[in-house]
C-alpha cells in the first residue's frame, strides 16, 4: 500500500520547503495546486483563474475534487508527500484509499504574507488585500478543520533553519 504524508496550511506557510526534506527521505512530491493549476489551463483560463477553477471544481465534483483528481497520478507502493489539502473531505478521500498521515503547518499572516511576495509565483497575490481575499477563500474550503484535524503541527516561525530541523525530526519519527 502506498504511504502519504498530506500537507495542510494556509498559503506561504512552509509546505515547499517541507516537500524540498521529505524527497530527501524519499518521498514523491504531488502538489494540489498544480492539479488545479493545470486544469485551469485546460479548460482555456488564465492561471489567476486557478483559486476560481478549485471553486468550480468542488461545485462540479463535490468539496474532495482535488483529490480524487490527485488519486491516479498514485502509484502502489512508493511514499507520497501530498501538499496543498484544502479540507477534510480531502483527507478522509485520501485516507479511504492510502496510508495516511496529515501534518499541519502553522505561520502567522505576516510572515506568510512576506513570504508570498517574495516568491514570485504567478497566482501569488500583489497586495495584502488580494493575501485576505485568498486567505478567506482557502478557509471557506474548509482548511481550518483539515488543520485543526491533523495527526502533527509545525509551527514556522522560528526561522529556517529552525523549521528545517523540525521537519526533519517530523518525518524521522514516522518513517
Known amino acids: ?8 496550511g494556509m498559503p506561504g506557510c512552509g509546505k515547499g520547503e517541507f516537500i524540498s526534506i521529505a524527497k530527501d527521505f524519499g518521498y514523491v512530491p504531488i502538489v494540489m495546486g498544480d492539479i488545479v493549476r ?3 489551463l485546460r479548460r482555456g483560463r488564465d492561471i489567476k483563474e ?16 482535488v483529490a480524487q483528481l490527485t488519486i491516479p497520478k498514485i502509484e502502489e507502493g512508493k511514499k507520497y508527500i501530498i501538499d496543498g489539502i484544502r479540507g477534510y473531505s480531502e483527507v478522509q478521500e485520501f485516507k479511504s484509499y492510502f496510508d495516511t498521515i496529515v501534518v499541519a ?6 510572515a506568510r504574507f512576506s513570504r508570498l511576495c517574495g516568491r514570485g509565483r504567478g497566482d501569488d497575490p500583489l497586495d495584502p488585500e488580494e493575501f485576505f481575499e ?12 483539515a488543520i485543526a484535524l491533523s495527526d ?10 529552525d523549521f528545517r ?11
Open 152 to 161: 502533527v503541527m509545525i509551527i514556522n516561525e522560528d526561522g529556517l533553519e
Open 134 to 145: 485568498r486567505d478567506h477563500r482557502e478557509l471557506g474550503f474548509g482548511i481550518g478543520d
Open 50 to 65: 486557478s483559486g476560481m477553477i478549485a471553486q468550480q471544481l468542488r461545485i462540479e465534483m463535490g468539496n474532495s475534487a
Open 105 to 110: 503547518i502553522h505561520s502567522s499572516p505576516v
Open 38 to 40: 493545470e486544469e485551469t
Open 1 to 8: 500500500m502506498s504511504r502519504l504524508l498530506l500537507i495542510v
Open 165 to 175: 530541523s523540525d521537519i526533519a525530526k517530523v518525518i524521522r519519527k514516522l518513517d
